[in-house]
């Protein structure tokens, strides 16, 4: 180490630090979701020597959201990659039902938008990383870790310089002029930075659990994603071919009353939001079964600092609400590769570059969260707590039917509130 350098968390070099080697890169993005790997594969493209290190060994995970938004096929579809990703299994829809008081309700048309691809589609996300990774890998400057934990940053004289990373065989260090943290909701070079994130908690928590599929339940590769509700109670159910997946939405902090009340008023709770799982909730025989997401939205007041960069999740965890949050993630992406590839191929990243990535993201961020948040406290808070089954308000149908209006909250779930494209020189 050199003088001034030091290690976060308060850790200094010694002995019991084996590290087994050192390896230099221009950018090490920690993380391999949708964020990282987008960005790996996108800085790998034009050049720029990036090496990504993923925590786990693969790619499979618990949910987190199995939808690829129009404005990631555009996205793909600029560097060539939306034809050959359709080439895998997946499903199409065009917008969710949402099933109330003996009504649907499927307020959102994508095929109205002008896109190439007005529909989201459905591919589990293992699948879609893998298929990402794979096209990384044919770049010679790609390098991927799988099972590199990332525990520590190096810094010198107050700029971040590498990472320290726990591998099945002990400590590796990786030194870059950036690093890019992509590490998520939980990130832990956010932590390691000191960053605080302002959090908003949102009215609901969330679990997850899958369903089988029973013959007859869809005609093949159709796909839907339906939302049920019923006194106080919601369910979210995509279609992952072999199995339903479903969240189970219910007020915070309530997870220890159900609980309390068991399994089977569970099994029943599901089934007065969705009759026709009646004989799928069988399959529902222990709490193992479950996954419980605490839903929250964060933001972090600053993305960057000299040599370190936040994208995706690691700089503002994203509500469910709209399944925005893999669409915000590879927009960041997009953004980070456009801005700062030339700069990190010469070898001269400024601060100002750092935060013009922020500057141009974090608004579009902003007006997504204020959104969800609207929603999630003026509506979903509302459904949570009431014992009635909700109706669709009058004007709500009315806004919908108008030709000017009715496709604004379709753009938005398409596209963000921002569309980003690949830089021509990138592609
Ligand atoms: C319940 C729920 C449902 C959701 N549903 C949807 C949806 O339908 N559609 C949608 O668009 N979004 C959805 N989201 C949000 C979406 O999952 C995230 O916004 C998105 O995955 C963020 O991408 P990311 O690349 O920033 O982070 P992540 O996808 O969280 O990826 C971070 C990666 O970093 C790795 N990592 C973490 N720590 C380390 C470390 N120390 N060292 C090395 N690697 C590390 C992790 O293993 C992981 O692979 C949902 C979220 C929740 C909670």
Redesign the pocket.
Known sequence: MTAGSTLTPETEVSEADDIRDSQKTACCV?????????LALLLARQRVPVML????RD?D?E???????PSIMEILDQIGLAEPLHQLRHAKIYGPTLRLANTTFSPIDLRRLKTPFPYIFLIP?ARF?EFLAAEASKFPDFKLVMG????QLMEEDGQVRG?R?LGSDGMHEVRAPLVVG????????RHLVGFEPIKTSAPMD?L?FRLPHIPGDLPEGEGR?LGGFRRGRML?V?DRFDYWQV?YVFPKGHYQDLRTAGLESLRQSIVEVEPAFTEHVKSLTDWHQFSL????SSRCPRWFKPGLLL?????H????V?????????Q??VVASNILAAPLREGRVQLSDLAKVQSEREWPTRVIQRMQGAVQNRILASVLNSQETPRIPWFVRAFFRIPFLRDIPARIIAFGVRRVRVEENAR
């Open positions: 920690v993380g391999g979701g949708p964020g990282g790997m987008m290190l993923e925590q786990h790619f995970r949910f987190r959201g199995d939808t690829i938004h996300q990383l590199a934990n990332v525990e990472v990373y992509a590490d998520g909701r939980f990130s832990r070079v969330i997850w994603v979210a995509f969240g997401l605490s839903v929250e994208i995706g999740d690691a700089a965890v994203m509500s469910p709209g399944g925005v949050g893999i669409n915000y993630a590879v960041d992406a």
